[in-house]
């Protein structure tokens, strides 16, 4: 057990449709960041947040969106969901922003858009 | 774009033998880490290596980091099931840059 609990562990949506996928980082670690898994494009990095604030993005859609809340969980929205959509979608926490590179990652939110 | 090529991508061997897995890039890493992965699950930081040249233990298996700092390999000395699973590396980018670069994986089975 990482720590960094996700969810929900399932989801299955239409296409369209908007659906809200929710992180809470190890105690102690100020970052968190997200990331897409999937069977042709592997693990992709999507955006980072440091104490509330973003740190750095990655390859996240205009579609996709993300905040950090004061409590220092993060949600991550997907709006106007794609069938390309459907993937595994993991949130990871560290320490700091800067030289700890070390991410623990949770168990992941397994999104399928019908 | 810093890439992360992993071979081989899938790699099915008898338990007992030895294996090699390669990371390499044409991009240097401050660190590089790998990590493996069971199905249904997040994946879970085996080891972090920093300086080039660098060589880590853990158990049966010997993490190197390319003294260039661009290329890594991973090797497990007498396989057994319990390492089957997904293994990927992932490179951290020297312009202080806060994303992980990850290799694509290799898929390694052990056959009792």
């Known amino acids: 057990d990482s720590g960094v609990t996700q969810t929900p562990k399932h989801l299955i949506t239409a296409t369209g449709q908007r659906v809200t996928l929710r992180c809470s980082p190890r105690?102690?670690?100020?970052?968190v960041y997200w990331y897409q898994q999937s069977l042709d494009q592997g693990l992709q990095f999507l955006i980072q947040y440091y104490n509330g604030e973003e740190r750095a993005k990655g390859n996240i859609l205009e579609r996709f969106s993300a905040q950090q809340f004061p409590d220092l969980h993060s949600e991550l929205n997907l709006s106007s969901l794609e069938l390309g959509d459907s993937a595994l979608y993991f949130c990871?926490?560290?320490?700091?922003?800067?030289?700890?590179?070390?991410?623990?990652f949770g168990p992941g939110t397994r999104l399928t858009v019908t | 774009t810093q890439l992360l090529e992993q071979s081989p991508q899938f790699l099915s061997i008898q338990e007992g033998e030895n294996l090699t897995v390669y990371c390499n890039s044409s991009s240097v890493f401050s660190s590089l880490q790998w990590y493996r992965q069971e199905p249904g699950e997040g994946p879970v930081l085996l080891v972090t290596v920093v300086t080039g040249g660098e060589v880590k233990k853990l158990k049966r298996l010997t993490f190197q980091f390319g003294d260039a700092r661009k290329d890594s390999s991973l090797h497990i000395t007498a396989a057994q099931p319990g390492d089957t699973g997904l293994y990927l590396c992932a490179g951290a980018s020297i312009q202080g840059a806060q994303k992980l670069v990850f290799g694509q994986g290799t898929r390694l089975t052990i056959n009792p």
């Open positions: 105690s102690g670690d100020l970052s």
């Open positions: 990871a926490s560290s320490v700091a922003s800067g030289d700890d590179y070390e991410q623990y």
